[in-house]
Nanobody, 131 residues
């Protein structure tokens, strides 16, 4: 599956951004676990949040503690797109954000948080939060 990430930009602390991760219509993202990772300068890539497979919209979700209550991952099957809604952004959220996907057989499988388990990646999109 080929992924296209977009939506990054410059925002003030406390503001919001929505990132998009789109796939070609030949590959339904509803059959994949899709996750967002980020990498700040000098730091390792870290898990942000993810959405598991589910029939129809939605799916099980998982979030890093640092973004719980502020970030939401959602899916639009009609658009074949997964979103990362980021609210109440902090300067520590500044990073390049990547979406990643892995085919998942069952909706019962939990969202993986390890980057190496994902085999499809979108290009990064820069998010900069000014304080």
């Amino acid at each position: 599956v080929q992924l296209q990430a977009s939506g990054g930009g410059l925002v003030q602390a406390g503001g919001s951004l929505r990132l998009s991760c789109a796939a070609s219509r030949r590959t339904p993202l509803s059959t994949y676990t899709v996750a967002w990772f980020r990498q700040a300068p000098g730091k390792e890539r870290e898990f942000v949040g993810g959405l598991g497979r589910r029939f129809g919209s939605g799916g099980t979700t998982s979030y890093a503690d640092s973004v719980k209550g502020r970030f939401t991952v959602s899916r639009d099957n009609a658009e074949n797109t997964v979103y990362l809604q980021m609210n109440n952004l902090e300067s520590e959220d500044t990073a390049v954000y990547y979406c990643a996907a892995k085919y998942t057989r069952s909706p019962a499988i939990a969202v993986a948080t390890l980057a190496s388990t994902y085999d499809a990646w979108g290009q990064g999109t820069q998010v900069t939060v000014s304080s």
